[in-house]
């Protein structure tokens, strides 16, 4: 088990984690996520022993990484597939790191073969494409055949057949019973891979919870209703039933209603007591995308701001109209990219704050811990921190949270 308590890390004056306690547990796969800049390299540096906490601690087995025993049989990771001498060969690259580690050379064979990578063992890696790249580092982190794996970016230049191969072996490897921390940008994979999900943003836990979970928590899942187009009569009558049956119903562009707040069948009992024939009454399952978006849209650091197509638009005659937008689906609406949140006053962006409190899965909480006593760079005056950060209970909505839709400097 990694377990992660108060860690922070400062470069200078930029704070890149802060405060971070969570575990990652054997036998899951949990991912690892957070926008660009968040801290996940840093904490994984830091899980790794190649960074110095500023303060707090992580421990691999009880152990920091440099005080455990034989550590790479123990440990096994890749953060950066371009960190490979590229004059070397590929098994002459692994052949290294095993003699470096007491690991048998037949084994080197072994994991070339487990990375598909034994038909180029004695080509040079520098000629090596992304994907080849991501598989010796794979390979590498297989090496010590470790109970214990992390991979920053695993799939990162991978193909459709390279991104199903690694979802598989990480899900292996955590069947084995393996701890399995992974970090991804693609939202979908994650979805597919991971069991647990540990969500930073500017250096903070922003969550610690189940996929599951993280995805009912924030995000909703909705109806889609639509009656005939010929009867747009049909289309009210049903819209103030729905609402007064406590329904919140908001609608789409294609003339469809998006229904949040009751379950299909009671739809189907209303729009029938209502006289109302449907042409379509569907389950939409909020994605983990949309969660994500969701939990993070406060503490994204970069966003692009110039519309890229500015430059090529041809300016318009005096006069002359711009030729109608086509419609996007579900664009512009409410909930496009963020659903709305599952409750009112539901607080997805809750994040640890003020006094010590119990760490997940009931771990003790971090009074006295290294960098608790350290200042808040992103605290403002806050209300109430929820009990249990990631998973907030129905309260009045109220900005639990630093404001992370500021720039730090602003803050
Ligand atoms: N050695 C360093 N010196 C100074 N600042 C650093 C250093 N390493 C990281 N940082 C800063 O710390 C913050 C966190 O960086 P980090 O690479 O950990 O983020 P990340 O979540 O892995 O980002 P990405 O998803 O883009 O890989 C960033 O603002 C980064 O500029």
Known sequence: MIEAVGLTKRYGAKTAVYNLSFQVRPGAVTGFLGPNGSGKSTTMRMILGLDNPTSGQVTIGGFPYRKLPNAPRQ??????????????????????????????????????????????AKKRSKGFSLGMGQRLGIAAALLGDPQVLLFDEPVNGLDPEGILWVRNLMKALAAEGRTVFVSSHLMSEMALTADHL?????????????????????????????????????REKLTAALTEAGGQVLPEQDGALRVMGLPLPRISDLAHSADVRLWELSPH??????????????????????????GLQQELPPGAMPPPQLPVAGQGQPGWYAP??????????AMPQGAPQAGPYGAPGTPGAPG?????????????????????????????TPDLTKPEDAR
């Open 75 to 120: 440990v096994g990771a890749l953060l950066d597939a371009k960190a490979v001498h590229g004059g070397r060969h590929a098994r002459n690259h692994l052949l290294c790191l095993a003699q470096l580690s007491g690991i048998p050379a037949r084994r080197v064979d072994e994991v070339l073969g487990v990375v598909g990578l034994q038909d180029v």
């Open 198 to 234: 540990i969500v930073i943003g500017r250096g903070q836990l922003l969550a610690d919870q189940s996929i599951k979970d993280f995805i009912s928590h924030n995000s909703a899942d909705f109806a889609r209703v639509r009656t005939p187009e010929t009867e747009p009569q049909q």
């Open 285 to 310: 399952q909020a994605s983990l995308e949309e969660a994500y978006m969701r939990m993070t849209q406060g503490a994204v650091d970069y966003r692009s701001t110039i519309d890229q197509k500015a």
């Open 340 to 349: 709305p949140p599952p409750q009112q006053g539901g607080q997805p962006f």
């Open 372 to 400: 608790t006593a350290d200042v808040n760079p992103y605290a403002q005056p806050a209300p109430q921190a929820p009990a249990q950060p990631p998973v907030a209970p129905p309260a009045p909505a109220a900005p639990a």
